[in-house]
């Protein structure tokens, strides 16, 4: 019987390279595997890697022939598959630590092939049916968001649109003007205000309103709830392209019942207030704001 012990350690640090520490622990299989990935990681990081990286930093050095906006997309696609890369390591390091400390405690590991996969599929199904999920939303979701925020940085506007001009990095300077410049920052200004609102509206405003509507339509005294909840699935069953059409309609400036009736009606009670003609569907108004958020609450507030 082998007694000797193996240093978790050591298989931990060994795993820096995939597959070195699975290889001390004896799990022959799982190495080979890990170190060809490995293999796929350098081959990747040499032929598109370097080159990606240089190109987020420099943004080109010939006009046309290099478009900074695309060196920057490239690069910063990199970045998550880095990021990626990394994850992996960390995983592969303490499955080598755990491997070894289970081995010296006398418990069984997996060494055949049969038998990492056998574990896999045991103990690693669910991961594996979340890792490409996690995937896509690192691509679609972080990726964007990275490349926003790089975009930022750099003097991209319609004096410098590649690839007729390249881009440079700026640092802080946009975040400047907007404090130091009156026009970005009242334009600044009005969309954080924006924003604001649309957050209230279209998220706070409608699960408040719609947990409240579902706790008044199931009291015992409502009548007729067979009739309520028909109508609270009127925005499911009614295609949106009509709805929408049906609330342009509802907010139009001229002949619109917005302005032709539900105000006038509250102008009967409220005496002391004038709406006049509301603009709701000009842009750079704050009517137009409004009309949006009630047309999504109609499209979101159901049970």
């Not at 509301?278 to 049970?303: A, M, Q």
């Amino acid at each position: 019987m082998n007694t000797k012990k193996q240093n978790p350690q050591l298989a931990m640090w060994l795993s820096l390279v995939l597959g070195l520490g699975q290889l001390y622990n004896k799990q022959k299989s799982k190495g080979l595997m890990l170190l060809g990935v490995f293999i796929l990681e350098v081959i990747e990081i040499v032929t598109f890697g370097i080159p990606a990286i240089d190109g987020l930093i420099t943004l080109g050095s010939t006009p046309v022939q290099d478009h900074s906006l695309f060196l920057l997309i490239k690069g910063s696609m990199q970045l998550v598959i880095f990021a990626v890369m990394i994850m992996i390591h960390i995983i592969c390091m303490i499955d080598a630590k755990k491997a070894a400390q289970l081995i010296n405690q006398g418990f069984k590991v997996p060494m055949t092939a049969k038998e990492t996969f056998q574990g896999l599929y045991e103990n690693g199904c669910p991961y594996l049916l979340t890792i490409p999920a996690y995937l896509a939303m690192a691509f679609t979701i972080i990726f964007p968001v990275i490349v926003t925020l790089f975009i930022a940085f750099t003097n991209y506007d319609f004096r410098h649109i590649p690839p007729q001009r390249l881009l440079d990095w700026v640092g802080f300077k946009n975040f400047l003007n907007i404090v130091q410049l009156s026009t970005f920052r009242s334009a600044f200004t009005a969309v954080l205000t924006w924003t604001f609102i649309w957050t209230l509206a279209a998220s706070t405003l409608q699960i408040v309103i719609g947990v409240a509507t579902a706790i008044i339509a199931n009291q015992k005294f409502i009548k007729f709830k067979r009739v309520f909840g028909v109508i609270f699935l009127l925005p499911w069953a009614v295609p949106a392209f009509i709805s929408i059409m049906s609330f342009g309609n509802f907010f139009n400036d001229s002949i619109g019942a917005m302005n032709v009736q539900v105000l006038p009606f509250i102008e009967k009670f409220l005496p002391f207030v004038d709406f006049g003609i509301v603009p709701w569907k000009l842009e750079n108004y704050s009517s137009n704001d409004y009309g949006r958020s009630c047309t999504n609450l109609y499209f979101t507030i159901h049970i």
